[in-house]
T-cell receptor
Framework: EAEVAQSPRYKITEKSQAVAFWCDPI?????LYWYRQILGQGPELLVQ????????DSQLPKDRFSAERLKGVDSTLKIQPAELGDSAMYLC?????????FGPGTRLTVT | AQSVSQHNHHVILSEAASLELGCNYSYGGTVNLFWYVQYPGQHLQLLLK??????LVKGIKGFEAEFIKSKFSFNLRKPSVQWSDTAEYFC?????????FGDGTTLTVKP
C-alpha cells in the first residue's frame, strides 16, 4: 500500500539554527499539506499545495518558515531560525479528492 | 473563521460500552467531514468520511457517524468498544478547500 514518506523522523536542534523537513506524497496526489501538531491539540494547517502552487499559507509564520514543492511532487518545509516554541510534530499529508493520507511525522525538539 | 469543536477531551469506557464522540463545525457552505484515528505509535488514518448523500456513514472497524446539518454536527459512534479502540480521535472538515481539525478526543478502553 502506498504511503506518505517523511524524514527525518526525529530532529533535535538548538535555538536559532535552521532545520528542514522532507515529504514525499503518494504518487498521483496533487494536493499536499503541511501541519504542525502541538501535544494535546489537533493538527494545524501551515501550508497547502496544489501541484507546485501554494493555495493556502495563511497560518504559516512567513518570517521564519518557508515551504516549497518545486516539481509538484516532494516538498520541503524549512524553519530558520528555529525558536523554542517551534517544538512540535510536523505532519505531511497528501490527498485525492479531500481524503488525506498522513505520513509518520517529524518530531522537532528545539533546545 | 472556520472551526471544528470536539466536546470531550478524554473519554474512559469499559469494553462493550457504547461510544459517542461529539463534533461540531462552523461552516456556512458545503463541507466535507472526516473522522481520523491515531492509535498509539501510529500515524493518523481515516476512519470515515462524509461528502454528500446518506447522512449516516459507516467506516472501518464498526464505526459510524451521523451528519446532522441543522445542528452542524458529525458525531462518531460505535455500539460496543474494544480495548483495541484505545486511541486519539480527530474530527476534521474541509470547506472551500481549507482543512481544519478539532483538538481531538483521547479514548481509553479498560479491559
Amino acid at each position: 500500500e502506498a504511503e506518505v514518506a517523511q524524514s527525518p523522523r526525529y530532529k533535535i536542534t538548538e535555538k536559532s539554527q535552521a532545520v528542514a523537513f522532507w515529504c514525499d506524497p503518494i504518487s498521483g496526489h496533487a494536493t499536499l499539506y503541511w501541519y504542525r501538531q502541538i501535544l494535546g491539540q489537533g493538527p494545524e494547517l501551515l501550508v497547502q499545495f496544489q501541484d507546485e502552487s501554494v493555495v493556502d499559507d495563511s497560518q504559516l509564520p512567513k518570517d521564519r518558515f518557508s515551504a516549497e514543492r518545486l516539481k509538484g511532487v516532494d516538498s520541503t518545509l524549512k524553519i530558520q531560525p528555529a525558536e523554542l516554541g517551534d517544538s512540535a510534530m510536523y505532519l505531511c499529508a497528501s490527498s485525492l479528492l479531500d481524503e488525506q493520507y498522513f505520513g509518520p511525522g517529524t518530531r522537532l525538539t528545539v533546545t | 473563521a472556520q472551526s471544528v469543536s470536539q466536546h470531550n477531551h478524554h473519554v474512559i469506557l469499559s469494553e462493550a460500552a457504547s461510544l459517542e464522540l461529539g463534533c461540531n463545525y462552523s461552516y456556512g457552505g458545503t463541507v466535507n467531514l472526516f473522522w481520523y484515528v491515531q492509535y498509539p505509535g501510529q500515524h493518523l488514518q481515516l476512519l470515515l468520511k462524509y461528502f454528500s448523500g446518506d447522512p449516516l456513514v459507516k467506516g472501518i472497524k464498526g464505526f459510524e457517524a451521523e451528519f446532522i446539518k441543522s445542528k452542524f454536527s458529525f458525531n462518531l459512534r460505535k455500539p460496543s468498544v474494544q480495548w483495541s479502540d484505545t486511541a486519539e480521535y480527530f474530527c476534521a472538515a474541509i470547506s472551500a478547500g481549507k482543512s481544519t481539525f478539532g483538538d481531538g478526543t483521547t479514548l481509553t478502553v479498560k479491559p
